[in-house]
Structures are given as structure tokens and as C-alpha cells.
């Protein structure tokens, strides 16, 4: 019997299956969604955003010439000019002056300075764990955001992808993936690292509830 092989993105859909539905249970994530936190806890969470984004973008930056990392840096996605939009809006002109990291976050911009320069693998995990999640339940969080609060047409830029189809994209980034040509070990240091990713995040929205909730 004819078996199909394996393709990295089925590895990875299976790998952060159990990831991804902790990350939803996030009491954090579901008080933003429901409306009860208050307001300051989502710009909160913008600016924490603001921080891993700018690590993560630097990081794009630097791999651009990678063989394997450039067919993953995708300007359409980057972050930042929304992420300064929201918080002009959310803290005003002098926001920067006004955000601190958490230091889960430090913790995770840290790695991503880590692991994602210099390592295909690395940087990969984190550009994937933080775009196609964004493209995923992000649009869903940012949907219930925008319901909770109010919001209209300022301070939710950031879950918009100006010209971007999310499922397409997200199809055709699976596709990407199946078309790297990693050895095994490699595959597994890249979907060690989504796991790193995830649990940085996780502990990211903890220290953020421990705060809000």
C-alpha cells in the first residue's frame, strides 16, 4: 500500500495541537475577549506585542540573505507600523515613554535574538508560531477585541493584514514549509523551537493575567 510522506507542516499541525489549545485557555485571552478586563489591560498587551515584534522584524532584517530563512520574511506581515499606530492611539504621541517589557517578555525577546539569528531553524519557528498565528486565532481575537471595546478604526490595527487573504496565506505558508529541504534533525530542532515559542507566549499571557485577572 502506498504511503504519502510526512509533510512538516502535518508535523507541526500535530506538534502544537495540545500548544494551541492552551494558549486559547489563556484566562487573559478569554477576559480581552469577553470584555471584562479593563481597557489598560489590552494596551497592555499591544505593548508587549510592540517588543517581540521588534525583536522578531530585526531578526527577519538580519536572515533576509539566509538560503532557507529569506523565502520567510514577508514585509506584507511585519508588525511594527500597526503595532505604533495602535499605541500613538492607546498611550499617545509619547508612548514610548510609557511601555515597559514584562520580564516574560524580556525573557522572550531574548530567545528570539537567541534563536532566530544566524539559525534557519530558529528563526522559522518563531516567524511561523507568531505570523500564522496571527493570520489564525489572531483574527479572531481581534474580531472580539474590537466587539468588547468598542473600537473604531483606531487602536485594532494590528489583527489587519492590508491585501493579505488569511487562509491563502496560511496555505500557501504550509506549502513554503513542505518545500524546505531540512534533514530530519533539523525538522525536529525547528518544531522544538515552535514549542519554545508557544511556551514563551503562554508564560507571556500568564504574567499579563497575574496582573488583569
Known amino acids: 500500500m502506498f504511503m504519502r510522506a510526512e509533510t512538516l507542516s502535518s508535523r507541526l499541525r500535530e506538534h502544537t495541537r495540545d500548544e494551541h489549545a492552551a494558549a486559547r485557555r489563556s484566562s487573559f485571552i478569554e477576559g480581552l475577549a469577553s470584555g471584562r478586563l479593563p481597557f489598560a489591560a489590552y494596551a497592555e498587551l499591544a505593548a508587549q506585542h510592540w ?13 533576509s540573505t539566509d538560503p532557507v530563512a529569506r523565502h520567510f520574511v ?5 508588525r511594527i507600523p500597526a503595532l505604533e499606530a495602535d499605541l500613538r492611539y492607546l498611550y499617545g504621541a509619547r508612548w514610548q515613554s510609557r511601555v515597559t517589557a514584562l520580564p516574560s517578555t524580556s525573557t522572550y525577546c531574548t530567545r528570539i535574538r537567541y534563536a532566530a539569528v544566524d539559525q534557519d531553524t530558529g528563526y522559522v519557528a518563531h516567524h511561523c508560531t507568531r505570523y500564522l498565528g496571527d493570520l489564525a486565532g489572531g483574527q479572531w481575537l481581534g474580531r472580539a477585541i474590537v466587539a468588547a471595546y468598542g473600537l473604531r478604526r483606531q487602536g485594532y490595527r494590528f489583527f489587519v493584514f492590508e491585501g493579505v487573504d488569511p487562509p491563502l496565506f496560511r496555505a500557501r505558508y504550509r506549502d513554503r514549509l513542505n518545500a524546505v529541504r531540512w534533514t530530519r534533525p533539523e525538522q525536529d530542532a525547528f518544531l522544538a523551537e515552535v514549542s519554545a515559542a508557544f511556551r514563551l507566549n503562554i508564560d507571556m499571557l500568564a504574567e499579563l493575567g497575574e496582573h488583569w485577572t
Open 74 to 78: 514577508f514585509p506584507e506581515l511585519f
Open 51 to 63: 517588543f517581540i515584534y521588534e525583536s522578531l522584524e530585526l531578526a527577519a532584517s538580519a536572515m
